[in-house]
């Protein structure tokens, strides 16, 4: 039976990983051939050390760590001025709700992010429990932000549902022992995933109700 879901949230909910991605290659003055978007992916969906790291590379030194934060964060910002959720995640929340699911966010981002655009959404009124990098020790791929969302619930992983959009965030989810459905994003949608439960291109591919049934019919596949 599933008693929750639990959603991700930078890619999943909002789009945040591809206007970051723009947001580098303004500021490194280079497109897609110079930062592949492949290789880019690679770093979605857990802490942004290595993620910096590969940029600063990418800058061949013409810009320092600290610079490369400070201006992507403010082209990250602007590009993130109008904010809207993917394509029915309000669909989805709103069906929970109707049936009476718990509902949690496990996110590897810090919580005042989360909090702003949720706010900023009007989707913060939908979560029972919120999990930020700010509660954990580690973030995805390692299970603690899911772990903590059953925990609050109180309730077997077997019996929630993860939505993520990157390897990294599956990885976590699936190590926790929750069903996990995919959900990629431009940046994500070419990442080698290596297990989950169910494949969605957008949210308003099919309803709430017969993921529900699917996962319910499905084993995670290999």
Not at 5 to 25: N, P, Q, R, S, W
Not at 69 to 80: A, F, G, R, T, V
Not at 182 to 198: D, G, S, W
Request: glycine share 4%; net charge negative.
């Amino acid at each position: 039976m599933v008693k929750a879901i639990v959603f991700d949230f930078d890619g999943l909910i909002i789009d945040t990983e591809y206007a970051l991605y723009k947001a580098f290659c303004h500021l490194l003055q280079i497109d897609d051939q110079d930062l592949p978007i492949k290789e880019y992916a690679s770093f979605i969906g857990t802490d942004s050390v290595a993620l910096y790291d590969y940029i600063c590379e990418k800058s061949n030194g013409t810009l320092s760590l600290e610079e490369i934060k400070e201006q992507s964060s403010i082209l990250h910002k602007e590009n993130l001025k109008l904010p809207i959720a993917r394509d029915g995640v309000e669909d989805y929340l709103k069906a929970a709700k109707s049936k009476g699911l718990k509902i949690g966010l496990a996110s590897s981002s810090n919580r005042e992010w989360v909090m702003y655009f949720l706010k900023e959404l009007n989707l913060l009124e939908y979560f029972d429990v919120i999990q930020t990098q700010d509660d954990v020790e580690k973030v995805k791929p390692d299970p603690a932000l899911y772990q903590n969302v059953i925990n609050h619930f109180g309730i077997d992983p077997s019996e929630a549902i993860a939505f993520e959009d990157s390897a990294n965030g599956a990885k976590a989810a699936v190590a926790a022992g929750l069903n996990c459905v995919i959900v990629p994003n431009q940046i994500t949608e070419n990442l080698p995933f290596e297990r989950y439960t169910m494949r969605l291109a957008s949210m308003k591919e099919i309803e709430l109700s017969a993921v529900i049934d699917h996962v319910k019919s499905m084993k995670v596949r290999n």
